[in-house]
């Protein structure tokens, strides 16, 4: 039998709903398994990937940065990319480049890359499901 590839296409922007953690839980199930995945991240997605996002503290509730240990999406991508090499996967994620350049989140975890529409097209033309996430 032939490695599995799957596809998910994610809307969310990082930290706004839980439909990335969701999204998140389903990717790492299938990277433990070792399928092939293949992400399209757009509209607010476009910055789960985005290299300089900082760990913060947390002075309402009195927690320093050690204390809060923020998690941020771009250390979940490159877990991620870890999870699915460990075990014989491979990601392809794609930030979708006019998305990126709306937000300004252009320098993206390694691993990751720009694209456009056409790669969730031709995502879709070779896996064998396909999940989309939007958002509400």
């Not at 990717?27 to 509209?43: K, M, S």
């Not at 979708?96 to 969730?120: H, I, K, Q, W, Y």
């Amino acid at each position: 039998m032939s490695q599995k590839t799957l596809t998910f296409a994610l809307m969310d922007p990082p930290y706004e709903s839980a439909n990335l953690t969701t999204a998140f839980r389903l990717l790492t199930a299938a990277a433990e398994r070792g399928y092939n995945l293949n992400v399209f991240a757009y509209e607010g997605a476009s910055a789960l990937a985005f290299a300089r996002q900082a760990a913060h503290p947390n002075p309402v509730h009195g927690k320093n940065l050690a204390e809060e240990n923020h998690p941020t999406t771009r250390e979940q991508v490159a877990a991620l990319l870890a999870c699915a090499e460990k075990n014989g996967g491979k990601v392809d994620w794609v930030n979708c480049g006019m998305c990126v350049d709306e937000r300004g989140v252009n320098e993206f975890v390694p691993g990751t890359r720009r694209g456009s529409p056409a790669d969730l097209h031709a995502f879709t033309e070779a896996s064998d499901n396909i999940l989309v996430i939007p958002t509400k």
